[in-house]
């Protein structure tokens, strides 16, 4: 992931993530509290956990996983082929409001202040 890359909205999920750095920095806000991630550093968020990430080096990689299993859908529904073997040119701006429309209304994830969407994945904010 290039720098500044991460989920800009803080939202919350019925499924528990992971990240495993393996080389960069990320840093993760979770429940409110900062965490900084860097190479050799597994940073866990609990599922209802309100939370987003921002890479802070020019590269962060990282091995990302979810349980229970079938977010990793989302994730392929929203992806593009990578047209060459390299990072991608850095997104400038706000996240396309289309794609964040589809991340938020698939039931695996939601805006951290939508209460309603929240009490329809059952899950309780932490």
């Avoid at 050799?40 to 921002?54: D, K, N, Q, V």
């Avoid at 962060?60 to 299993?69: E, K, S, V, W």
């Avoid at 040119?89 to 039931?107: H, I």
Wanted: net charge negative.
């Amino acid at each position: 992931m290039p720098a500044g890359s991460g989920p800009r909205l803080l939202h919350v999920h019925p499924i528990d993530e992971w990240f495993y750095v393996l080389e960069g920095e990320m840093t993760a806000e979770v429940g409110g509290q900062a965490i900084v991630g860097r190479a050799g550093h597994s940073l866990w968020i609990p599922r209802g956990s309100a939370h987003r990430f921002t890479v802070t080096t020019p590269i962060c990689r990282a091995l990302n996983g979810h349980t229970p299993i079938g977010f990793e859908q989302v994730v392929i529904d929203l992806a593009e082929p990578a047209e060459k073997r390299e990072l991608p040119t850095p997104v400038q701006g706000p996240p396309d409001a289309s794609l964040v429309a589809k991340l938020f209304n698939n039931y695996w994830s939601a805006d951290a202040n939508d209460h309603w969407a929240l009490s329809r994945m059952r899950v309780q904010r932490v």
